[in-house]
């Protein structure tokens, strides 16, 4: 097989990938009740890079289009795995269960939203022009949803346990104390 075949199949079959990471039409995709399913390697959303202890595995998601009781379009994103966070004490990996279920209302990007769809806290709203990102819009699903500062749960701070006594800078001032100069 010749490099320009190889080449050719490449890049087939990156468009049919790029294809499946994209829904070319949001708004269609939920008033016609479509499904997509799949998974994203870890290493393909590189936002979540710096949290990571390692990069490695994948995530698993559903996304799911329907209208809603008042003809608003409606996306169900479910997004499941197992990400290796660093843990902010001892900086090793702390297996975290993403559990990630949210139903977002999609309005068109620069809509204006009255001040009570704002603070209606029943609702989330996504703006979207018409096409969406598969893989942006489940990474930001799964940044929003991660713990700020993770840790295991019984880490000490690294050298904590080697450290032992703690030296008191100011001993030597005490023995000062009442003595005239």
Known sequence: ?????????IQCLSRN???????????????????????????????????????????????????GGRGECLLQLVVTGTLPLACQRCLKAVPYDLDVDNLLELVPEGAE??????????RDFLPVAKELDVAEF?????????????RHEKCGLP?????????????????LKGKPN
Do not use: C, Y
């Open 159 to 175: 050298g904590a346990a080697d450290a032992g006594e703690r030296i008191n800078p100011f001993a030597a001032l005490s023995g």
């Open 113 to 122: 939203l009255s001040q009570d769809e704002l603070e209606d806290d029943t």
């Open 1 to 9: 097989m010749t490099w320009k075949a190889k080449n050719n199949i």
């Open 17 to 67: 990938s790029s294809r499946l990471k994209r829904i070319t039409d949001a708004f269609r995709f939920a008033k016609d009740g479509r499904v997509l399913e799949g998974t994203l390697p870890v290493s393909a959303l590189e936002r979540l890079h710096d949290l990571l202890a390692v990069v490695e595995g994948e995530v698993s998601f559903r996304i799911e289009g329907f209208k």
């Open 138 to 150: 489940v990474e930001d699903e799964i940044l929003l949803a991660l713990p700020v500062a993770p």
